[in-house]
């Protein structure tokens, strides 16, 4: 009975789900040894590094789960960390046998990659990436997001992932493996993460030229564990320059979103950006109009900035290739706008926005466009 009771609570402790690795503890190799004594079960788990930020949560998941076995009054969890040669078979398993630093969303990945552009800075391309990545996981999909904008990187405080210096945390590495954190279930990355000093309480600035930049893209590609996904998003810088031009070869099969505003100018030039796109093999898919005409209470509409850019980058980009459409046209919004100062997106936060309606119309077209299979290699008995 002793012996059947203890194969239980194994089972209950190894269905408990890392929160930064989102696999099973038994599947990650982290159960160690379970007694039981009388109605007190003993559990021993490894983490996978010493100082693991998530310690504390595995520490009080694995204890309940050993507790809601019927016949266990009381626990006693001892927790351990993996040695080196555990640590890299772990990593080994991780990357499903692939190669160190091998590309994950290649041309034969079944992950959508779209990579979120626009032709100037200002028209909340940041703001409307982080508020798609977040519907899109609501939506049920596995969602990852590079924050590729390296010199102007905001993803981690419109996601909320900021200590009360405002600064981003620095995320738990796994031998060379980065494990990206979570916010509202989409996994990040952002150089932001990594430029936090000791005795600093600002973030640095970044001024890298092609190089670098080429080179960080590549590393958040490669060294960052997100793991199977649905869709991955890539916030990219404003304009057509180096990071665009890495990106795009890095991931020729990319799709493209385009966001404007609606005034001419910022439409003109956010054309731009789709064509360079469509010259690197990348596929523009959709238009996003951000700081549309908004309904004021008394019922009269204010377009701060004009009418009409959307429909017309939609309008240009078709008229080179495959159609585009116009996905969403997001009004003005105060709700949008406090929600990525206060890190919680408005479509979580104020659902009935009108701003996280129209962006949430736009996850929806999106979450029913997935990638296909044509021209993929399916390896079947591999």
Known sequence: MTAELAERVRAAVAAVTDPELRRPLGELDMVRGVDVHGSTADVGIALTIVGCPAADRIERDVRDAAASVAGIDAVDVRVGVMSPDERKALTEKLRGGRAKREMPFGPDSLTRVIAVTSGKGGVGKSTVTANLAVALAARGLRVGLVDADVHGFSIPGLLGLVDADGLP???????????P???????????????????????????????????????????????DLDVLLLDMPPGTGDVAISVGQLLPHADVLVVTTPQAAAADVAVRSGLVARQTGQRPIGVIENMAAMTLPDGTVLDLFGAGGGQEVARALSSEGDDVPLLASVPLSTALRTGGDDGRPVVIARPDDPAARAIDAAAAALAVRPRGLAGKPLRLGV
């Open 169 to 179: 945390p620095a995320p738990t590495k796994l031998d060379d493996l980065i494990l």
């Open 181 to 227: 954190p979570i916010a509202y279930g989409v996994k990040v990355i952002s150089i932001g993460m990594f430029l936090r000093r000791p005795g600093e309480d600002a973030a640095g600035a970044v001024a890298w030229r092609g190089p670098m930049l080429h080179r960080t893209v590549q590393q958040f590609l490669t060294d960052v564990f997100f793991g």
